[in-house]
């Protein structure tokens, strides 16, 4: 697995003659967030989890930033931000908005936004940040708490994966010893 993963992994030559990365050289080229083993594993993983929930263009970023900062896998944290996308992302949200709604004890139910007009475009615009305010508060604690909950499951399951493919080729090598 780990030849097939270089394979796709830039070389450090790239990234030192980049002259984008050049003044992040130091940090992007620290061993430890090239080698793949079971602590940046799990701690990649984690991470790519938990910044996968970032609302916008920003869990990329927030995945690398973290990555650079606990020295942890980069691709590897860079790529599980990808469980987000058009697909994925309004069901996760609404999982946080329902969960923000538990957490906070809000028993109002779904609030729909108001439906858009263009003859009432002011009215339109003062009711749907109306909306978003009562929306926040539930939407931001949901998010942080799914964003917490999947960076733990995610960190446990892939500690626990790695140690039974560990297990397994241990019991495949004392076979062939014996």
Known sequence: MRSYLKK???AQETIRNNPWLRPFQS?????????LNRHSA???V???LFCGLIPGPLQMIGAALAAVKFRINLPLALLV???T???????LYLVAYQLGRLLTGDSAGFVAPPEFSVTAFAAWTEAMQAWMLVVAKPLALGLVALASALSASGYMATRAAWRLYLI???????QRLA
Do not use: D, E, M, Q
């Open 8 to 10: 796709y992994l830039p």
């Open 27 to 35: 940090s992007l080229l620290h061993p430890r967030l090239w080698h």
């Open 42 to 44: 799990a701690g990649a």
């Open 46 to 48: 984690a991470t790519g």
């Open 81 to 83: 931000t990808l469980y």
């Open 85 to 91: 996308n058009p697909f994925t992302i309004v069901p």
């Open 168 to 174: 397994k080729a241990w019991r495949r090598r004392r």
